[in-house]
């Protein structure tokens, strides 16, 4: 269930993991709604499960069965593509029943055992590019996903590490991301967490979202993925860096007109 593309990017958005049913299912629908508006090509994104988080008390999520049954609920009400993220090669299975993109975390975009079961099951693979890899190195992680036999990948910028405590886009690295023949997306929430907080919780410039966004679509990148909320402040992960919903509308129509200058 990948939508078609056409001349304007495509929006891969939604919460940063299945917090419960209403709250999932309102941003789904919101940001569904926006993108039929916009004539924008939309992949739903919400984890099923987070096992990335700083600290031990971070949510991790509802349960896997429940929050995998809600999204897939959205799949089938709103008729949008599901992207959500795996952490090992057992989850990859489990999560293709639902999701059409298997997202592959930033920090574990080089073990190979899970790439290979991400693409083993013949479903779209996001690769997050390492905040700790050049865009050059990148083009291995998409190896291996093609020598499983899986033509189906593209890869997230989200960011590279910049001292302990921050991260930038390096635009210069659309060229060499390009150069893999996939599409290429750029993360504009997550690229502007402020990470390894004292307080064990992902700081975040959430002011700087509509500023890398406009960039990334002046440079040329294929996609755009925004974690949103109606209430970032109340999320229960990686609220300091999300849009708010209400926010998106007016954030997408200014760069579709970037778009239509640059084509």
């Excluded at 917090?19 to 299912?25: D, G, P, V």
């Excluded at 865009?135 to 997230?156: L, S």
Aim: contains cysteine.
């Amino acid at each position: 269930m990948i939508p078609e593309f056409n001349q304007n990017f495509f929006l891969i958005a939604g919460p940063c993991v299945v917090e419960n049913k209403e709250i999932t299912t309102q941003i789904a629908k919101e940001c569904s709604n926006i993108c039929k508006a916009l004539d924008i090509p939309f992949f739903y994104k919400a984890s099923y499960k987070k096992a990335n988080r700083s600290s031990l008390s971070s949510f991790t999520g509802i349960g896997d069965d429940k929050a995998l049954d809600i999204l897939a609920d959205i799949k089938s009400t709103f008729n949008v593509p599901i992207v959500t993220d795996i952490h090992s090669e057992s989850e990859a299975l489990v999560a293709a029943q639902v999701a059409d993109v298997l997202q592959i975390p930033a920090f574990l975009c080089r073990q190979t055992d899970l790439l290979v079961a991400a693409a083993k099951t013949d479903k779209f693979v996001n690769i997050k590019k390492g905040q700790f890899l050049s865009p050059e190195a990148m083009r291995f992680a998409v190896e291996k996903i093609r020598n499983a036999g899986n033509d189906k990948v593209m890869i997230t910028e989200r960011g590279t590490t910049f001292g302990y405590q921050d991260l930038i886009v390096d635009f210069r690295g659309i060229k060499e991301l390009k150069s893999n023949n996939c599409p290429c997306v750029l993360d504009c929430t997550h690229s502007l967490q402020l990470p390894n907080q004292t307080h064990g919780v992902t700081g975040g410039r959430p002011d700087l979202i509509e500023t890398i966004a406009k960039a990334g679509i002046a440079v040329g990148f294929d996609g755009l993925f925004i974690e949103t909320h109606p209430e970032p402040s109340k999320a229960l992960s990686d609220g300091a860096n999300m849009l708010p919903l209400n926010e998106l509308m007016g954030l997408l129509t200014k760069l579709l007109k970037i778009r239509k200058a640059i084509l």
